[in-house]
């Protein structure tokens, strides 16, 4: 199958501006200022578009260079062409948040669904209300395929998706946070021990079968005892009220529900490393207007010093 048509591969296409301005200009000075050219470099330009098309294309007169019949049969559709590409360059239209009725597509987990809207909806009321978003769980850590199909704008993760790596994907830093431990409110203190004699509540949104507190603990040759396995946090702290289990979580989520029940919140008796969330996004279209702005909006919401690069 041809790509191309065969006198196209050897015609040099920037030439064809120089035709329409010359046919339009009639005049060799003329048209060379108007491509900001000299006479001297049009007039070679000129000479290799006739050779290539093989005809004389303008016929110098008295009084101005005369399109030939060839030229005047091209150039109408030369004309069009030109400008449905200038059409096709021309600068992407301007995102106006107040009047768009846009609609952006995030993954999400409960967590990171909590986190954003509770700020990101208030936010959105005030200076773009006709804007929708969609949140959407996905089976994938990275669902890069919705990302290609157009399903997704954005996902938001955990810093610790480092084994996901693919050259189409940015990563975001947007919030930080502490990890903390929550017990029933008969527990009276926290240390190692303590922390160890208990059994745990492990949060995985993916199904792992262990978490970050495990890899922390497994570096000081330790282990817990995992009695339930949960896909979301925000119904992890219920059980914890109503039972003897431990549940580690970022200090946010812990204080958010804290009020609503009868449970007491510790510093995680070991070393944890800071909990970071991460906003992806997918290079082809992390810079259109509307892309570009949410990003600038959560910035500015979470005022967290982002770090962009390649996962």
């Known amino acids: 199958m041809k790509i191309m048509h065969s006198k196209l591969l050897r015609l040099d296409l920037n030439l064809l501006k120089l035709f329409c301005a010359l046919y339009l200009h009639r005049n060799v000075s003329l048209a060379a200022e108007s491509m900001n050219l000299s006479q ?95 949140l959407t769980s996905r089976s994938e850590k990275l669902p890069l395929a919705a990302f290609e199909s157009g399903e997704l704008d954005f996902a938001l993760g955990y810093s610790h998706f480092d084994e996901v790596k693919t050259p189409l994907i940015n990563r975001w830093t947007w919030w930080e946070d502490r990890y903390c431990t929550i017990a029933g409110n008969k527990l009276e203190s926290m240390d190692l021990q303590t922390f160890l004699s208990h059994r745990h509540i492990l949060v995985s949104p993916w199904g792992e079968k262990t978490g970050v507190v495990d890899e922390q603990l497994s570096k000081l040759g330790l282990e817990r005892d995992i009695a339930l396995q949960l896909p979301n946090v925000i119904n992890a702290p219920f059980v914890v009220a109503g039972s003897r289990l431990l549940l580690t979580l970022p200090k946010f989520a812990a204080q958010t529900l804290q009020g609503q029940l009868p449970v007491k919140l510790f510093e995680v008796p070991f070393e944890m490393p800071a909990y970071r969330l991460e906003l992806f996004t997918y290079k082809p279209t992390e810079n259109t207007p509307e892309n570009l702005w949410m990003r600038e909006q959560l910035q500015s919401l979470f005022k967290f010093s982002w770090h962009g690069g390649d996962t």
């Open 40 to 134: 001297s470099a049009f007039s070679h330009a000129l000479a290799r578009l006739r050779m290539q098309l093989d005809d004389e294309l303008f016929i110098r007169s008295r009084t101005q260079m005369v399109p030939t019949r060839y030229a005047d049969s091209i150039y109408e559709p030369i004309s069009e062409v030109l400008s449905t590409l200038n059409c096709c360059f021309a600068p992407q239209t301007h995102f106006i948040p107040c009047e768009s009725r846009h609609e952006f597509n995030f993954a999400v987990t409960d967590f990171t669904a909590l986190l954003m809207m509770s700020r990101l909806m208030p936010h959105l009321e005030v200076h773009a209300p006709g804007i929708r978003i969609n």
